[in-house]
């Protein structure tokens, strides 16, 4: 086993109860939360469809998704879901948001009815414009939705750096129950009652987050970085209005929070796909990279909602291949000058 130790147990709640947590997704994130709800004091299945994964983490490492992390001893994996469920008090789904539906799917006729279902995800499907909430209650019907959010990384979760992350659902109680049984020492939860806004926070942070890597790589400079970043916030609570989220949840950290990790660190996914964007290097076999789906579906439905959403429109214009990075900030500069508006 390589990478240093992470400790298994770090209840910092001790009066909450021992909950059966299962974890749909074995990948960086999914790997992540894993550990951080042993540390929270609960019991952890893990279901992943690839068995090297089941087996790596058997044996203490995810050295394709977390390489470098020891992984204590104590997440049961498996990649039999009916197996991953059986007996779950709460099911945390953390596959990419374009593969929910796919995991819902298999997951749905072992899922125990009225457990809540908490999305870890950040992204809007493609297809269809819906919110990963909406997906959900497709179809699980049965099962309350709540969404964890916020300036977190994987690895830094797994090492049990300090963080604060945010979980919602419509019914603020089961908000407030989950983000107390998550916390732990160095996890901090809040809770909020704004699923949609905390949603959009995480998924339109993505597509700023690669704006922003690849302004760094074609060398704007820091002052246009500083002004992509300030006019895409404006974007994300425009989009935010319009699905109904409140403009203080995105002022918070799944929004805001969340925009500042990812705009300003090459260890965001999204980032570093736009700083190769950028610098003009090749993007085949780059690790995921939520904001590239999003952008396209969120650009969309700002044109089809009547939102001025130029920086979307750019990143969606440039990933699909229609523009340049330099024609983007030209067309961005030329716009008809106007009043500073920020809402
Ligand atoms: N990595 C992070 O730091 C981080 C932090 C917060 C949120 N997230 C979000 O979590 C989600 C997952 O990210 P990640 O970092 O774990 O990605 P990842 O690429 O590390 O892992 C994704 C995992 O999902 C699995 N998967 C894909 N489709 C599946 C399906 N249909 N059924 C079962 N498993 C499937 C893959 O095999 C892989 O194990 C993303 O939406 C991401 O934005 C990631
Ligand atoms: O690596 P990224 O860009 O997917 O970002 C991971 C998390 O969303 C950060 O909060």
């Known amino acids: 086993m390589t990478g240093e130790a992470v400790s298994g147990q770090d209840v910092s709640n001790p009066g909450k109860s021992s909950w059966r947590v299962t974890v749909l997704g074995g990948g960086a994130w999914g790997t992540a939360l894993a550990l951080a709800m042993l540390r929270a004091g609960h019991k952890v299945r893990l279901f992943a469809r690839d068995p090297q994964t089941v087996a790596a983490i058997g044996q203490g490492q995810n050295p394709r998704y977390l390489p470098g992390i020891a992984i204590a001893p104590g997440i049961e994996a498996t990649s039999d879901i009916a197996a991953a469920l059986s007996g779950a008090d709460c099911v945390l789904a953390v596959t990419p948001a ?19 279902l908490v999305l870890c995800a950040k992204g809007i499907e493609r297809d269809t414009g819906a919110l990963l909430s909406a997906i959900v209650e ?9 969404a964890l959010s916020g300036p977190s990384f994987a690895t830094d979760v797994a090492r049990g750096l300090p963080t604060a992350v945010v979980v919602a659902a ?8 989950l983000a107390a049984r998550f916390s732990a020492q160095n996890l901090r939860c809040y809770s909020s009652d704004d699923l949609i806004g905390v949603e959009i926070g995480g998924a339109l942070k993505n597509v700023f987050a690669i704006a922003a890597g690849a302004v760094t790589g074609a060398g704007l400079g820091a002052s246009a970085q500083a002004a992509m970043v300030t006019r895409g916030f404006v974007e994300l609570r425009r989009i935010g209005a319009a ?10 950290l799944s929004g805001l929070g969340d925009l500042l990790l990812t705009c300003s660190s090459a260890q965001s996914r999204n980032f570093a796909y736009g700083l190769a964007l950028g610098q003009g290097k090749a993007l085949a076999g780059l690790p995921l ?14 044109v089809e909602r009547g939102i001025d959403a130029p920086i979307i429109a750019a990143v969606a214009a440039i990933l ?4 340049t990075i330099s024609q983007a900030v030209t067309a961005l500069m030329t716009r008809p000058l106007k009043t500073e508006t920020n809402d």
Not at 138 to 146: F, G, M, Q, T
Not at 170 to 177: I, T
Request: charged share 25%; proline share 9%; glycine share 8%.
């Open 320 to 323: 699909d291949g229609a523009i």
């Open 243 to 252: 699905f109904g989220a409140r403009p203080e949840t995105l002022m918070g």
């Open 289 to 302: 990279a939520e904001g590239v789906p999003t952008a396209a579906i969120a650009a969309r439905i700002a």
């Open 98 to 116: 374009q593969s929910l539906r796919a995991t819902l799917a298999v997951a749905k006729d072992n899922m125990p009815d009225g457990i809540p």
């Open 170 to 177: 419509r019914d603020e109680a089961l908000a407030a129950d």
């Open 138 to 146: 497709e179809i699980l019907p049965r099962n309350p939705v709540a």
